[in-house]
Nanobody, 123 residues
Framework: QVQLVESGGGLVQAGGSLRLSCAVS????????MGWFRQAPGKEREAVGV????????YVADSVKGRFTFSRDNAKNTMYLQMNNLKPEDTAVYYC????????????????WGQGTQVTVSS
């Protein structure tokens, strides 16, 4: 059974930084299309950054381009989300997710999810 565990969330002032981690167990991270999603109160879950297992297909939300960077360490079976210059509108629960087939930015098509980690950005 594939399990994903996020960590690294917290409370930060606007302009600050946080680094989220997503540790994968029960499967090899390089075998999956992986994504970071977020859900703010009263809003739908949205894709922040999505990456195909081949690395050929990628998606990064316009709202985070230039501020968020994404990386993956296959040896540690972990992916990361470095968030810089955070804004209050980045406040949300952040999730990592894995999909076994086909690249997709649609959250409902993902097979495995972490429990989520809260990111709160104060103004």
């Amino acid at each position: 059974q594939v399990q994903l565990v996020e960590s690294g969330g917290g409370l930060v002032q606007a302009g600050g930084s946080l680094r989220l981690s997503c540790a994968v167990s029960g499967g090899t991270i390089s075998s999956y299309n992986m994504g970071w999603f977020r859900q703010a109160p009263g809003k739908e879950r949205e894709a922040v950054g999505v990456f195909s297992r081949s690395g050929i297909s990628t998606y990064v939300a316009d709202s985070v381009k230039g501020r968020f960077t994404f990386s993956r360490d296959n040896a540690k079976n972990t992916m990361y989300l470095q968030m810089n210059n955070l804004k209050p509108e980045d406040t949300a629960v952040y999730y990592c997710a894995a999909r076994t087939i086909y690249f997709s930015t649609t959250s409902g098509q993902y097979d495995y999810w972490g429990q989520g980690t809260q990111v709160t950005v104060s103004s």
